[in-house]
């Protein structure tokens, strides 16, 4: 591709120079990544290979046992059909499985790869025609060995079960609405997808982290709270303990399907156990201390741990956030003033000094990753604003006051002045993603620069999120956050179809009709450098409308002690998938 | 029921005393030789007032810092997590803010929110506890039982239940409202009690006896009888109940729910997500915690001198 | 005395009912609500929050929810919690204890602080040891509990690597009394009180103190003491065995009083330490719109706080001869 990435060589580069300039000692092999399930952290690329050499080799032979200490902020559900929040499905990845996923390897994937598919339970797909997919599953796919389905062989059946009721009951439902049918084969080893139209991301889609994940019948079906009491499936974990606000335990599946490269059993943990904190004092206290693996670090406090635990390794990530301005829906679907003129959306783009607020919230500082869609998916699909390859429009993404005012200028006319109010949730954001706060706090200012004055409507999580967030009942702008989207296409279709069609976090209710039509031809296209193209062309093309103004997201980083090894990639679709992706792998050295 | 500051006057209090400015000064003085802790609570509240009064050119119509370096909001790219220096006595924060100023502004937030919810607090307290107290039977039971409701839910519960009902998504100022009725509210049932038992002990003395066989009308007794007795009662409360007012919008605005930033209330200033920041820089939490308490400090000092003073039973040492 | 407990008893009934009617209603006109949280980031069409409204029961009127949930809490029947779907009344027989413990024990701190402080300011009224000691116990009041507990946590961190033990140590007091101590009181080991009964009680000395010191104040001047004083009896038996105990009496009793003020802090300092009570819970279950956690949390706290003010009283009444059953 022609798109290699100046943005994760930036900052490849700095890290490296920055290990030597601290003379910590090289850590040969030693791949990154680290459990990223500390509020929405990130995930991780990996670039602490020295010299070329094998990715996870020079870690030495795998040895099972141990148990992983991790962290959690926040547990809210136990059945990933039901829930539409990424912590669910990550904790949902234990213990259950689904038809595909998204590639990871020990150590470094080539950015090329970050975003495509790999099999799962399916061990063959087929493409017939392009309204047709079909999953062969593998023969060795057992549910735990527990009651009711005593490990009895994952079938056709399951899949078409589970497919149903994810459509019935699941949020998330509209991510499969280009389904037809589905239907298993009498033998019970095939299941057929049936698309209303064509797809070309569909795999992508199946292997979300989102959505299909299979769940036996006689365990829904055992009691009406069964599948939040507990977790039951064919993951390489078995469901321990829930205690709110203590910990969520589980243990080796010792049953499950997959080998490594050598044949031998995964995973190799005895077990997973989450304490659940809410507090990140806590958390960097506990780390210091030793009782825990691994956390996310918050930006500016990675010299702090570094200093406190010398011998931890740092794995720098992709945070999949996106933290963006969105406006009042009047602008877009009552032509309101003033943020319906894209002249005043520009400016308010180009008066925010994103290099100096990324100073700000991080030591590591300087890159704008996540604009607009997030970096997460490799510089295959994402776009670098800094980049050349963004075109004209990556002027609005640079700082620049003259421009800013002289824009509102001629869109307010007088002198351009104008006053509005700017709402954020006060609580809960603040405190799982922690540069929010100074973020939100630095915007009126740099806005006031350029002669917006804002006042500023704090709102509880619980209103922001049910008002603000997702009803887009608020005036004049807001500074949000939204979680990750493990696919390219979720991301065009949230945020830009209408709301009763797809867009369910179209905050703004933006009704480019264009660009609609350009998502969904594009969704068809079966060619995925065509896809790729295309998901280009309206990246330029938002950053041009700037329907949202993006704002900055830091890199972030995980620590880790040094014992943790067979640690995969990770990139944005795979951030959450802990019990597959991230810590299928994972053992720990003497 | 007795509490902390059951403070039952059994006789009139201050009968006959100079008035005028040289009295004022003869009891300052006076207070300040006999209850030296009070008087250093009086001087921290002074200071604070002061602060308060003076941070800016507010009192004026103006909207430029006076005894304050800068703005509270005055942001500086650059020059975050600065350490202490002469420009900037305390440092400077994570949005590049002289921290010095952001205390002496916030002098200014505690002492609105810590009067305002006092004002509201005394006033409340001193109807309900004189009618409750003075008319009893019914009027009694009813009132108390309002009272046994408020007094049965935590205050930090009651306080974040209402922020969250009614201010869930208001701007500061109606926030700061909101916040001021509902600490002012809460402060007044615990105070209520208290004035009810000062309004009691007054309305069983004789001489309320004899007005009323005199033909006094009820509020005749209330105005002139009972309410002077009970008004020492409401000003030591109030002086003590202020520091409790600046604690409980330093929680709730730890919490979030309070007053948030730019404005520079001292417990939003040591937000409970912002606070693994002080990870780093340890100092940034030292300063708005030291602001707390040494205002909650001085108001509690002063309101113990006072009430050493102003009771008749404390008087005197033994 | 049985007919004066009845008749308190009684009087407990409308403050509970007045509880739970301002809980249950006031949670019903929260802005936002437990829908959308269930749907989190997706929008919520009018058939997604019918279906979950009906899963998790709301769909009946409001008196007729208030009417059921008042008849099965009346059994202590709490329901399920609306957002993880576990019985509230399993997890109250975990957190309960949890917190009435943390609380005693910050009582019990308070009063081993505040009382001598509050005898010897009172017997020594305006000398150096008076001013230093309330210096002392108000200087702890006025500390906020949120601040102190941040900055113990931080520093036992910065300065030792210190860290509490993980919320799944936590055991209760009659599984492993040593365990659970040292959880509240020494949370870093090492004899360190910092633990978070620690510091509500050091919070709680101030005002405990000032009440002592009144009281104490208040018996000095009554008339028995002065003719102990006139007696020639020396100051110690004076203020032992005349003053002291007659002024421990109203402190004891309001010291009961505090309860609210102990769950209150409890909702901070539970987060801070990671202490697994109701206080924590109480404040997750807020933002989460968990209403029938919220509903239950609410009215068992009006409860202990009924219940202990009847013990107050009782006691009250039992030590001080002077008060008649009235």
Not at chain 1, 74 to 80: E, Q, T, Y
């Amino acid at each position: 591709m022609g798109y290699t990435g100046s943005y994760w060589d930036r900052v490849t580069a700095r890290r490296i120079s920055r290990r030597r300039a601290l003379q910590m000692a090289a850590i040969t092999g030693a791949s990154a990544g680290a459990i990223a399930i500390v509020g929405c952290g990130g995930g991780d690329d990996d670039d602490e290979t020295t010299g070329g050499s094998t990715p996870g080799a020079g870690e030495g032979t795998p040895v099972p046992g141990g148990t992983f200490r991790g962290t959690v902020s926040l547990v809210l559900g136990k059945d990933p059909h039901k829930a539409s929040t990424f912590l669910t499905h990550a904790l949902g990845s234990y213990s259950y499985s689904r038809l595909m996923r998204y590639k990871t390897v020990l150590g470094e994937l080539s950015q090329d790869e970050w975003y495509t598919t790999a099999l799962e339970v399916a061990e063959k797909v087929e493409n017939p025609d392009e309204l047709t997919y079909i999953f062969t599953l593998r023969p060795d796919v057992r549910f735990h060995n527990l009651p009711p389905v005593n490990g009895r062989q994952l079938v056709a059946e399951d899949v078409v079960y589970s497919f149903n009721r994810y459509q019935e009951i699941s949020p998330n439902k509209a991510n499969m609405s280009m389904v037809e049918s589905v239907t298993a084969s009498a033998d019970g080893t095939q299941v057929t997808f049936k698309l209303k139209e064509p797809f070309g991301l569909f795999l992508n889609r199946v292997a979300s982290f989102q959505d299909l994940w299979i769940m036996p019948r006689e365990f829904i079906e055992e009691s009406e709270t069964a599948s939040e009491d507990r977790m039951l499936g064919s993951g390489p974990f078995h469901f321990g303990r829930f205690e709110p606000n203590v910990e969520m335990t589980w243990t080796k599946n010792p049953d499950y399907f997959e080998k490594d490269a050598a044949g031998n059993a995964l995973p190799y943990l005895d077990g997973i156990n989450l304490a659940i904190i809410t507090d990140t004092n806590q958390v960097l206290s506990q780390f210091a201390a030793g009782t825990l693996d691994s956390i996310s670090v918050p930006p500016t406090l990675l010299e702090s741990v570094r200093g406190q635990s010398p011998d931890a390794i740092f794995d720098v990530a992709p945070r999949n956030i996106l933290s963006f301005l969105y406006f009042e829906p009047a602008s877009y679907t009552a032509d309101k003033a003033p943020f319906n003129d894209e002249r005043v959306r520009r400016a308010m783009s180009m008066a925010i000094n994103r290099d100096a607020l990324l100073n700000r919230i991080s030591s590591e500082g300087g890159e704008w990753p996540n604009i607009p869609i997030n970096a997460g998916f490799g510089e295959s699909w994402w776009l670098d604003p800094k980049g050349s390859d963004i075109g004209d429009a990556g002027q609005y993404y640079q700082y620049n006051l003259t421009e800013a005012k002289a824009l509102l200028t001629a869109a307010l006319g007088g002198n351009g002045e104008f006053s509005t109010p700017m709402h954020f949730s006060s609580t809960v954001y603040t405190t799982i993603v922690p540069y929010y706060d100074v973020v939100r706090e630095s915007l009126p200012a740099l806005f006031r620069e350029a002669g917006i004055t804002v006042s500023e409507v704090p709102e509880e999580y619980g209103v922001y999120i049910t008002k603000t967030f997702g009803r887009g009942e608020f005036d004049g702008f807001t500074f949000g956050l939204e979680s990750v989207f493990s696919d390219i296409g979720l991301y065009w279709a949230n945020m830009f179809y209408p709301r009763d069609a797809g867009g369910g976090r179209n905050h703004s209710s933006v009704g480019d009709v264009t660009l609609v039509d350009r998502i969904q031809k594009m969704l068809q296209l079966q060619d995925i450098d065509e896809i790729r193209q295309e998901n280009f062309e309206l990246q330029r093309y938002v950053s041009d409308k700037m329907y949202y103004v993006p704002v900055v997201t830091p890199v972030e980083f995980n620590a880790r002690t040094p014992r943790l090894k067979g640690v995969t990639n990770i990139t944005g679709p795979t951030t959450y998938a802990l019990g597959t992706e991230v810590q299928l792998t994972n053992w720990f050295s003497a | 029921m007795a509490t902390a500051l059951d403070l039952t006057l059994a006789e009139p209090l201050l009968p006959e005393r100079p008035r005028g400015v040289a009295a004022v000064t003869r009891f300052v003085l006076s207070f300040m030789r006999r209850k030296p802790l009070g008087a250093i609570g009086g001087v921290i509240v002074v200071i604070m007032l002061l602060c308060a009064l003076a941070v800016d050119t507010a009192l004026i119509g103006g909207e430029a810092p006076l005894i304050a370096p800068t703005h509270y909001d005055d942001q500086t790219f650059g020059d975050e997590n600065l350490g202490i220096s002469v420009s900037h006595p305390m440092g400077t924060d994570n949005a590049g803010r002289d921290i010095f100023s952001r205390i002496l502004y916030g002098a200014r937030i505690s002492i609105i929110i810590g009067v305002s919810a006092v004002a509201i607090a005394s006033i409340v307290a001193l109807v309900l506890g004189t009618v409750s107290g003075y008319f009893g039977s019914w009027t009694d039971t009813i009132i108390q039982r309002l009272v046994d409701i408020v007094l049965a839910i935590p205050p930090i519960v009651l306080l974040i239940y209402g922020v969250t009902v009614f201010a869930g998504r208001a701007g500061p100022y109606t926030r700061m409202f909101w916040i001021i009725l509902i600490v002012g509210l809460i402060l007044s049932a615990g105070a209520s009690r208290v004035v009810r038992g000062a309004a009691i002990a007054t309305s069983s003395n004789p001489y309320v006896d004899a007005a009323r066989t005199l033909g006094a009308t009820n509020s005749r007794i209330i105005f002139v009888h009972i309410v002077p007795n009970v008004i020492p009662v409401v000003i030591v409360l109030a002086t003590v109940n202020l520091g409790t007012a600046i604690l409980a919008e330093a929680a709730i605005s730890f919490l979030g729910l309070g007053i948030p930033s730019p404005f520079p209330s001292w417990g939003a200033m040591l937000n409970i997500s912002g606070s693994s920041q002080f990870r780093a820089h340890p100092a940034q939490a030292i300063w708005p915690g030291l602001a707390i308490a040494f205002a909650v400090y001085g108001f509690n000092m002063l309101g113990d001198g006072l009430r050493d003073v102003l009771d008749p039973r404390l008087r005197g040492s033994r | 005395m049985r007919q004066y407990i009845f008749k308190r008893l009684a009087l407990g009934v409308p403050t509970l009912i007045g509880v739970s009617l301002l809980v249950f209603f006031m949670l019903r006109v929260l802005p936002g609500d437990i829908v959308q949280q269930v749907a989190g980031d997706n929008l919520v069409t009018d058939e997604d929050r019918a279906r979950i409204e009906r899963d998790l029961g709301l769909d009946k009127p409001a008196y007729q929810e208030y009417f059921s949930w008042i008849g099965n809490a009346a059994t202590f029947d709490f329901g399920l919690s609306l957002r993880d779907r576990q019985p509230i009344g399993d997890r109250l027989q975990r957190t309960l204890p949890t917190t009435i413990e943390m609380s005693l024990l910050a009582l019990l701190i308070s009063l081993v602080i505040a009382v001598p402080i509050g005898i010897i300011s009172a017997v020594r009224q305006d000398s150096i040891a008076d001013y230093v000691g309330r210096s002392v116990s108000i200087g702890f009041l006025a500390m906020p509990t949120f601040w102190l507990g941040t900055m113990i946590i931080v520093y036992s961190s910065e300065w030792f690597r210190w860290a509490t033990p993980l919320p799944r140590d936590y055991e209760q007091i009659w599984e492993n009394p040593w365990a659970n101590l040292k959880f509240l009181l020494f949370p870093f080991g090492h004899f360190v009180p910092a633990g978070p009964s620690v510091v509500l009680g050091v919070s709680l000395s101030g005002t405990v103190m000032r009440l002592m010191r009144t009281q104490m104040l208040e018996v000095l001047r009554q008339d028995y003491v002065r003719t102990a004083w006139a007696k020639g009896l020396r100051e110690r038996s004076v203020v032992v065995r005349h003053a002291l105990k007659n002024a421990l009496i109203p402190v004891v009793t309001v010291v009961g009083l505090q309860v609210p003020i102990l769950v209150g802090g409890s909702v901070i300092v539970e987060s801070i330490y990671n202490v697994p009570g109701i206080g924590q819970w109480f404040f997750t279950a807020i933002i989460a719109r968990d209403y029938t956690a919220v509903q239950a949390i609410a009215l068992l706290t009006a409860l202990a706080v009924v219940l202990s003010n009847l013990i107050v009283d009782i006691t009250y009444a039992y030590l001080d001869p002077r008060i008649r059953y009235s």
